[in-house]
């Protein structure tokens, strides 16, 4: 395709032959900047990678490129090494997913065991890639897991207006996603969630606890308080007359009833 915005690949090639290749289309002004990352196979991965992100200096043809990154592999010079997979790409789609930032991966349903730092990022240009990773920390990409960590902490969205965080126009949309999270969470307490790769906190291993058995004094018959919770006041905690032997066994013993649920 040949396209003017941004694009990004992964490559299969050597990191010397990587940043020779594109420091030199830098110079002759072919693109105007490039950041790649290695990534370490995983899953259905079959083999270490890197991730390529490229900005172009004008319209460009990324089989032109193709071709430009083509290595020879001393091991297999019939099978050069390459990219694959040129698509239109964002700075911070792509830095996130870069360094397996797991809060971005949650937005896509993915989840990765390995996480990347800054310092792993490759490129020609140290200051532009530092300002570039500031200006992604600030964009509304990540703003929805720090919106997530103030609910947590307590903070309420009247509080976040307040202090200026959310904009006159966000604030309905805003309300309705925090409803949704409350909502959300509440849920995930009571039902045991089953998307466990994507959501593995919501999870719950945690077990019912066994429940209190009560006996009746007189007919012996044995139930839990919340199918049986009406008992006459003889007895302990364990153990009463049950409503039914108040009614008909003991009809003339002056009894008072309670619920056990209130105790």
Excluded at 20 to 46: C, N, P, S
Excluded at 59 to 88: F, G, H, N, Y
Excluded at 188 to 195: D, G, P
Aim: glycine share 4%; net charge negative; proline share 4%.
């Amino acid at each position: 395709m040949k396209t003017t915005k941004p694009i990004s690949t992964i490559s299969y090639n050597t990191r010397d032959f990587l940043t020779f290749t594109l420091d030199g289309l830098v110079g002759a002004h072919k693109i105007a900047f490039y950041a790649f990352i290695r990534h370490l196979a995983e899953g259905d991965e079959k083999k270490d990678h890197y991730h390529l992100y490229i900005e172009p200096n004008g319209k460009i043809d990324t089989m032109d490129l193709q071709d430009m990154l083509k290595e020879i592999d001393p091991a297999q010079p019939d099978k050069p090494l390459k990219c694959v997979d040129w698509r239109s790409s964002k700075w911070e789609d792509w830095y996130f997913y870069g360094i397996h930032d797991p809060d971005y991966l949650k937005t896509k349903f993915e989840t990765r065991k390995m996480q990347y730092s800054d310092d792993e990022i490759i490129t020609g240009d140290l200051d532009e890639l530092y300002v570039r990773i500031e200006r992604a920390r600030h964009s509304d990409i990540i703003k929805l897991s720090k919106i997530n960590k103030y609910l947590e902490m307590g903070v309420s969205v009247n509080q976040m207006a307040f202090q200026g965080m959310i904009l006159p126009a966000q604030s309905f949309a805003y309300r309705n996603y925090v409803d949704m999270y409350q909502r959300g969470r509440y849920e995930s307490q009571k039902v045991e969630c089953e998307v466990k790769e994507v959501f593995p906190e919501l999870k719950k291993e945690d077990k019912e606890p066994a429940k209190r058995k009560i006996i009746c004094n007189v007919c012996g018959k044995e139930d839990t308080p919340d199918k049986f919770n009406i008992y006459c006041g003889v007895g302990s905690e364990n153990s009463g007359i049950c409503a039914e032997c108040c009614r008909s066994s003991l009809p003339k013993q002056e009894v008072f009833m309670f619920d056990l649920d209130d105790k």
